[in-house]
């Protein structure tokens, strides 16, 4: 485990631990993700390098559709994931032996996406088939946010080789964390030291701590199972109450509503996602609008 200041330096130290094992930059990254604000990590973010002032993809990024059942190309849930990892082993393809996955367990600025079941197991078959390394973000959605499980790649059933731990292990103190496996951080020991000045002095790790065992203690991942299902039981009733709603998703408290001017055409409804907000914010209540 090594510790640092951001989600965004743990999920840069996590590519370059990466790097130290296939001895290349290559990466495969889910279309609409967001992985940080440094110039690698914007690099390997199609939210970002797609998007206003963005520079569009890097040649060692292979960009797959992000798996969305709700407005994706694969709508089924039994063979969505299975169809949507196919592009990952294309991408492998294209790349050759050797890339670097990286994803997001559920996606946040792709719009609160839940992955298809089977997706990150038949796409981490396909990398590390080919000799690559499979990397799970959990900067947002780790330590029980998703209620039924402490890590949000449990609900896929798979254990990444690098996990990326941000913004729940401070509640608001900056401290982050990289977790591998010891094959890892052998190969990541190899001359080129790594140093964070303050990456696990010991105010962040008390804090840190402190966090952990208060999630532990007023049992907090419970209680994103219990509040979040009923907030996705209520929401589901605005739902058939009202045609603007037309599609919830979440797990925990990861929660999600597509609002639509027309459900069979699932066009988006921005203007009134941005009132909604707007008037929450007058109530004490804060919200965001994600997606495409």
């Known amino acids: ?149 402490y890590w949000g790649f449990e609900l896929q059933n798979v254990i990444p080789d690098i996990v990326t731990v941000g913004k729940p292990l401070g509640n608001g103190h900056p401290v982050a964390a990289v977790i591998t496996i010891p094959e890892i951080a052998v190969a990541f020991n190899n001359g080129m030291e790594y140093f964070n000045s303050f990456g696990g002095n010991p105010v962040s790790c008390a804090i840190a701590l402190s966090v952990l065992n208060v999630i532990e203690q007023e049992e907090l991942q419970q209680n994103a199972l219990d509040v979040g299902s009923y907030l996705l039981s209520e929401l589901n009733l605005l739902k058939d109450k009202y045609e603007i709603i037309c599609d919830v998703r979440g797990s925990g408290l990861f929660i999600g509503t597509e609002l639509v001017k027309d459900r069979k055409t699932k066009e988006p409804a921005p203007e009134k996602a941005n009132e909604i907000i707007n008037k929450m914010k007058e109530i004490g209540i804060l919200i965001s609008t994600d997606g495409p």
């Open 1 to 149: 485990c090594y510790f640092v200041n951001s989600g965004s330096e743990a999920n840069e130290l996590a590519l370059r631990m990466a790097t130290a094992v296939t001895g290349n930059n290559n990466t495969i990254v889910l279309d609409h993700a967001y992985h940080g604000n440094t110039s690698s990590l914007i690099n390997i973010s199609p939210y970002k390098f797609n998007g206003k002032g963005g520079m569009g993809k890097p040649e060692h990024v292979e960009v797959v559709p992000m798996p969305d059942i709700f407005r994706g190309e694969f709508n089924d849930p039994e063979t969505a994931g299975i169809r949507y990892a196919q592009y990952v082993q294309d991408a492998i393809k294209q790349q050759g032996d050797g890339s670097t996955f990286i994803s997001e367990s559920l996606l946040g600025c792709g719009g609160q996406i839940l992955l298809p079941d089977g997706f990150l197991q038949e796409s981490f078959q396909h990398v590390r088939a080919a000799g690559g390394i499979c990397i799970s973000d959990e900067v947002q959605v780790g330590l029980g946010r998703v209620g039924t499980h």
